[in-house]
């Protein structure tokens, strides 16, 4: 990882801290956001103590195997109109996955990327209202990779679900280009928002691997059935309970039933 700065600039560098580890990064940099941190601000590390997941759970970090990544925007527009920012991320990340490891990985909605119907990447946006009356502070995009682990490195909970660019390629992926990767389509994304949303929701809809399928739509700890229909024009997913009412889910949780 220590290879960054060759690959993205000293004046990038600037705003990108490189770190051996931290107990989150999301928590780093939302204490450093509180103390001033630029737009654009970086926290990367090689190793997370106590790295988050959405939903509470906890995001499997170990040492030398991924990337932990967090990223600081500040954009001016109501919390409601920064929602589809998670599912504009999803589209960055898997551009940065394809340029650097040149397999593009499956979209599953709302923000996770798959390769092979595993999981290899997650991310946690989280914003930061201090008072609702100035609109949002700023907004945390964490985004967790798993890049070079081997089978046998993910705990058995998770052995059946999620696995990693290596294991799913074949082939060992430099973390330090792959970071710069995802650095420069972060920065692409923060210029291309929101105006640019033709781009992200095109390679939203081609990458996706939720359409047609059968899910359990998961809301206050209960499972719903239901077929998806299609990504509508927000981002917000369609689809059609096995009781026959249509919804829009622009948020939350979704599992994908085994095929
Ligand atoms: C999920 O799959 O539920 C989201 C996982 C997000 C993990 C990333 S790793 C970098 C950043 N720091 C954290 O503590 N979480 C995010």
Do not use: H
């Not at 996706?208 to 739509?217: F, M, P, S, Y």
Request: with cysteine; aromatic share 6%; net charge negative.
């Amino acid at each position: 990882m220590k290879d960054i700065g060759k690959l993205i600039g000293k004046v990038r560098m600037e705003k990108v801290l490189v770190l051996d580890q931290t107990d989150s990064t999301n928590n780093l940099l939302k204490k450093m956001a509180a103390e001033g941190a630029p737009l654009g601000q970086v926290v990367i590390a090689d190793e997370q103590t106590g790295g988050r997941g959405r939903l509470g759970r906890n995001f499997f970090s170990p040492k030398g195997k991924g990337i932990y990544l967090s990223y600081l925007m500040k954009p001016e527009v109501a919390p409601s109109d920064a929602v589809s920012l998670t599912a504009w991320t999803a589209s960055a990340m898997a551009k940065a996955v394809e340029a650097a490891c040149g397999t593009a990985p499956g979209i599953k909605w709302v923000n996770d990327l798959y390769m092979n119907g595993k999981k290899i990447c997650g991310i946690l946006t989280e914003m930061i209202i201090n008072d609702p009356a100035d609109g949002i502070d700023s907004i945390i995009i964490g985004i967790g990779i798993n890049v070079n682990n081997e089978p046998s490195d993910f705990p058995e909970d998770i052995s059946g679900i999620a696995s990693s660019i290596a294991i799913e390629t074949g082939r060992q992926v430099s973390r330090s280009e792959l970071a710069a990767c995802m650095i420069r389509e972060l920065d692409r994304m923060t210029e291309d928002w929101p105006g640019n949303k033709a781009e992200y929701l095109s390679t939203y809809r081609t990458l996706n691997i939720t359409c047609g399928r059968e899910v359990n739509v998961i809301s206050g700890g209960k499972a719903r059935p239901a077929s998806v229909l299609q990504i509508n024009d927000d981002f917000s997913l369609k689809v059609k309970y096995s009781d026959g009412e249509i919804g829009d889910l622009s948020s939350g949780e979704i599992s994908l039933k085994l095929i």
